[in-house]
């Protein structure tokens, strides 16, 4: 029987609709992918597997391998129905070519199931295929299985069939294009990072990445499996792994209502940032919207209530507010939405308002449940509220008077920034260095006309620990608020970040290549993370990289960025021969070089590495930072041993 026939009102070919070339995918593929840069390169293993998650959400799919071979070609295999192989009618061709080669034809048009791909993502394999110099797709399928090749997009054969099949699924192969992006070397830490979240996401998947690049003591691959029995509930516990958990378990949601499902896991810890992550069909949406409003409004009712309902509130002074129930508190969202409409600048906001009632009836009830059950878990929850209200009003004073201060000192810049000439933003930059002594090599490096230096002293306050009042006490913050030109607003008792007087479009975090070095950049980067997130998420914020080496012979010299390179540059001066006139200089802190070469190698924007800070960057170092420093001393151990061996930390 055919596709056609056996899929009639269904899926099948006849659903699938010619839409667009792909040559318009290759001549822009920034309008499809979002960059050519080493993130465009990762979203196009996003598509892909995004339409195998597709295929779980529908029902049909349990496993996803994910491997990237030696060459950094990817193979993503799926157990899901195959993509459909019958002869779609309009175009005379099979399904599958129409597929991989026809932009948008996902064909897949039933509302009744979620998908991930077509959402935010949602490009289709076809531009995939298009941006690839090589794709092989192999589909199993009506007990036969099917083969067809593509180079950038254009098959090289026709649909085979190779023989019989016991299974269904689909192998997706593809090699990205060079020609197209600026890198093709994948990241084996950004895959696992995105497949893990995947895997809390969609409990009962069985995920799995191997990467063919590396091979394990014994003899293996390295491969990683990530499996969640418990969903949401294991992924706030990996979140909170390093902090102390304030009640003994995650609230734990379930529900469904209107075809919208709801999964909420929360968690209150002894720290006072608040974590919130949510989801839309598998997607996070960084600007939250309609299902986080609903859950903010179910937690502050239920909490309030229960809290005048017992007296609980009695005798505290200060009006108790939304913010006060967020203080550590870390909470994942996720929603399963038919339809999804996305709006704000970059999508990334739930607008369907039906979801905000949904979602705060089915949170309210549990929450509200829960609070009557546990009252030794309500009682310390609203204990710790208190002091959040306690300490809230502290800070807002201790912020006053920071930014009081700046006001009446007609905002004085701090004596210890060297400002840049330039008072054009969009052209400044501000190089936060660690340390007094590499400040001024930079200093004396800096090409004045645009690049200005803070220098940064010591270990900046933890503010992983510290309480928000304190934050604005510390010298180097208030320095880093005041040289930046940004401020903390409140409006209708939410803080917002003001950033329209940004005086410096590019913040450059500089530190030193060492194991200190590191952690300085990884404090500063979950202070920014922590308090001046939309830095982040604007593009603002960005690494150095000083160099690592400097290999030299007799007057001729190279830097080093890692040990490939050097490597690479002895064989080169040495001709493969011993040659001891080569010799190998390694940097550990910016205070070895002087003020020439730093400017060379790290300031220099016509030969500097930088690297702009993403959030997913941010908040894997907020992860870290809390391990490091945080209270909880075996994890920190966990992650020191299992670090120790690829020699980036000294023990
Ligand atoms: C079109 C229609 C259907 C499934 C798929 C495409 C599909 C695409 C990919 C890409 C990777 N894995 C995939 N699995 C499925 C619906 C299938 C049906 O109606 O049987």
């Known amino acids: 029987m055919s596709d056609e026939k056996q899929n009639k009102g269904n899926y099948g070919a006849e659903n699938i609709q ?86 948008h034809a996902g064909g897949k048009f039933d509302k009744d199931t979620y998908k991930v791909s077509g959402g935010l993502h949602g490009v289709g394999v076809s531009c995939v295929n298009a941006l690839s110099e ?16 593509y180079s950038k ?12 099949s016991t299974r269904t699924g689909t192998i997706v192969t593809f ?28 409990k009962g998947l069985f995920l799995s990445l191997t990467d063919e690049r ?3 003591e014994d003899g293996n691959f390295k491969r990683h499996d990530f499996y969640s029995e418990g969903g949401l509930r294991e992924f706030v516990k990996y979140l909170d792994e390093t902090r102390q958990p304030l009640i003994e378990e995650p609230i734990y949601v379930t529900g469904k209502e209107d075809n919208v499902e709801v999964e909420v896991a929360m968690q209150y810890n002894t720290g006072y940032q608040e974590n919130i992550f949510s989801y839309v069909n598998n997607i996070n949406t960084r600007e939250g919207g309609t299902h986080v409003a609903g859950f903010r409004r179910a937690v502050n009712r239920v909490f309030k209530q229960y809290g005048d309902d017992n007296g609980l509130f009695a005798k505290v002074k200060i009006e108790i507010s939304g913010d006060d129930f967020k203080e550590g508190l870390t909470s994942i969202i996720s929603v399963k939405v038919p339809e999804p409409q996305f709006k704000g600048q970059t999508k990334g906001e739930l607008g369907n308002s039906e979801v905000t009632g949904i979602v705060s009836r089915c949170v309210g009830d549990v929450l509200k449940t829960y609070l009557e059950e546990n009252p030794a878990m309500a009682r310390r929850i609203i204990d710790k509220v208190i002091l959040a209200a306690t300490a809230r009003h502290a800070a807002r004073k201790a912020r006053e008077m ?97 950033i329209s007087k940004l005086r410096y479009h590019k913040v450059v975090i ?66 493969g021969k011993e040659d001891t006139s080569v010799k190998v200089q390694r940097y550990k802190g ?27 960057d941010a908040m894997e170092a907020d992860r870290i930072f809390s391990m490091l420093m945080g209270d909880e001393v075996s994890p920190r151990r966990q992650f020191i041993e299992e670090n120790a061996k690829y020699a980036n930390i000294d023990i």
């Open 134 to 149: 090589y794709v092989r797709v192999e589909v199993h399928r009506e007990g036969k299985y099917f083969e067809q090749e």
């Open 214 to 216: 590396e091979t394990e």
């Open 510 to 575: 500089m530190c030193d290549a060492d194991v200190d070095g590191s952690h300085i950049s990884t404090l500063i980067m979950t202070f920014f993370f922590r308090y001046m997130k939309p830095l982040i998420e604007e593009g603002h914020i960005y690494i150095a990289a000083p160099p690592l080496y400097q290999v030299r012979k007799g007057k001729n010299f190279v830097y080093c960025w890692n040990d490939d390179e050097r490597k690479a540059a002895i064989e080169t001066y040495s001709n």
């Open 402 to 498: 920071v930014q009081r201060k700046n006001v009446l000192t007609g905002g004085g810049l701090p004596g210890k920034l060297s400002d840049c000439s330039s008072k054009d933003p969009g052209e400044s930059e501000i190089f936060l260095v660690e340390g007094d002594s590499a400040g001024g090599t930079a200093k004396q490096g800096r090409d004045r006309n645009f690049q200005a230096i803070l220098p940064l002293r010591g270990k900046i306050l933890n503010v992983e620990k510290a309480m928000e009042y304190k934050i604005y006490e510390n010298e180097e913050i208030k320095n880093m608020f005041t040289a930046l030109g940004v401020s903390i607003e409140e409006k209708d008792g939410e803080k917002i970040l003001n």
């Open 18 to 103: 010619a839409l667009e070339g792909l040559e318009a995918v290759r001549k822009r593929p920034g309008m499809y992918i979002g960059s050519t840069d080493v993130k465009g390169l990762h979203h196009l293993v996003w598509e892909v597997i995004d339409n195998s998650i597709d295929e779980h959400l529908a029902g049909y799919c349990t496993h996803i391998d994910t491997i990237v071979h030696k060459d950094n070609s990817i193979t993503v295999k799926d157990n899901g129905r195959g993509i459909p192989t019958g002869m779609h009618e309009k175009l005379q061709k099979s399904a599958l070519e129409v597929v991989m080669t026809v932009l």
């Open 175 to 202: 090699r990205p294009d060079p020609t197209i992006f600026e890198t093709t070397e994948y990241n084996f830490q950004t895959l696992a990072g995105r497949i893990r979240e995947l895997s809390f996401l969609n």
């Open 153 to 164: 997009g254009i098959p090289t054969g026709p649909v085979k069939t190779l023989g019989d």
């Open 590 to 616: 910016l205070g070895e070089m002087n003020a020439e070469q730093l400017w060379e190698t790290t300031m220099d924007p016509s030969s500097r590495i930088l690297r702009q800070v993403t959030i997913s």
